[in-house]
């Protein structure tokens, strides 16, 4: 029977060990890289906040998010990002806020839960692109928030740093009271501002509160003006 039988080491000599070097140098990214990549980004963002189909496809764009971040890019990608979304919710809000509530208040809500509505659809598709970049960096620092999380505190902070909490607060309590009086009003859009203001953080220390005061005071104010109506009744003298 024939057996099998390994090489021996060569005779005349030991063997030779197998060295691996490192490479040389290290490849080189292109020094417009970052800007480019950066740049084509923030044109998806302007995209999306516009609704207008992106030059590139999603998965592309995915790409270059994860390739900004595996380059340690990712907190400029984020910062990035943030300001995008505040410049947009400052030009949006402060345009609905310039309108005059004398003439049509229920188009200011209206407005706005457009806005919302515009905005949070636009937000999903954002966290889609850079969803890299929400898991290994957002997700994973201290002190950073989550995508969604950032998007909801911009317009959070803007709401509370102007005017306009205090002054959606005032409209919905009098489109309550309009219907309370007998009008017909906008429904829908009275319950978009309430989530609103619900996933903003804000509805229990801003419109719960107003909603609770003014329903108190409705319902003071009918109940004197339904005891005013009663006629006495006379006893009949027996």
């Not at 057996?3 to 490479?23: E, F, H, M, Y």
């Not at 345009?95 to 806005?115: E, G, V, Y």
């Not at 969803?131 to 989550?146: H, K, P, W």
């Not at 429904?187 to 003014?214: E, K, N, T, V, W």
Request: glycine share 4%; net charge positive; aromatic share 8%.
């Amino acid at each position: 029977m024939w057996a099998s039988k390994r090489p021996g080491p060569p005779a005349g000599g030991p063997q030779k060990k197998l060295v691996i070097k490192g490479l040389k140098a290290l490849p080189m990214l292109p020094l417009s890289y970052k800007t480019d990549t950066l740049e084509r980004l923030r044109s998806a963002v302007h995209a999306i906040q516009q609704n207008q189909p992106t030059t590139q496809g999603l998965e592309e764009l995915y790409r270059d998010c994860e390739g900004l971040c595996l380059h340690k890019f990712a907190s400029d990608v984020y910062e990035m990002l943030q300001t995008e979304l505040e410049k947009y919710t400052r030009q949006q809000l402060l345009q609905i806020d310039r309108s005059p509530d004398t003439h049509a208040p229920a188009a200011i809500l209206d407005q706005t839960r457009k806005f919302w509505d515009d905005y949070t659809q636009q937000l999903t598709m954002v966290r889609c692109v850079f969803l890299y970049l929400d898991r290994t960096y957002a997700l994973q620092t201290t002190n950073v928030a989550s995508l969604w999380a950032m998007g909801l505190s911009v317009v959070r902070q803007h709401l509370v740093e102007t005017n306009m909490r205090s002054r959606l607060v005032r409209l919905f309590i009098n489109e309550v009271t309009s219907e309370r009086n007998g009008q017909l009003i906008d429904r829908p859009s009275l319950a978009s501002i309430a989530r609103m203001f619900i996933d903003l953080g804000l509805y229990a220390q801003s419109l719960q509160p107003s909603f609770i005061d003014a329903t108190r005071d409705y319902y003071r104010s009918e109940s004197l003006r339904m005891i005013n109506c009663l006629v006495p009744i006379k006893q009949s003298a027996g």
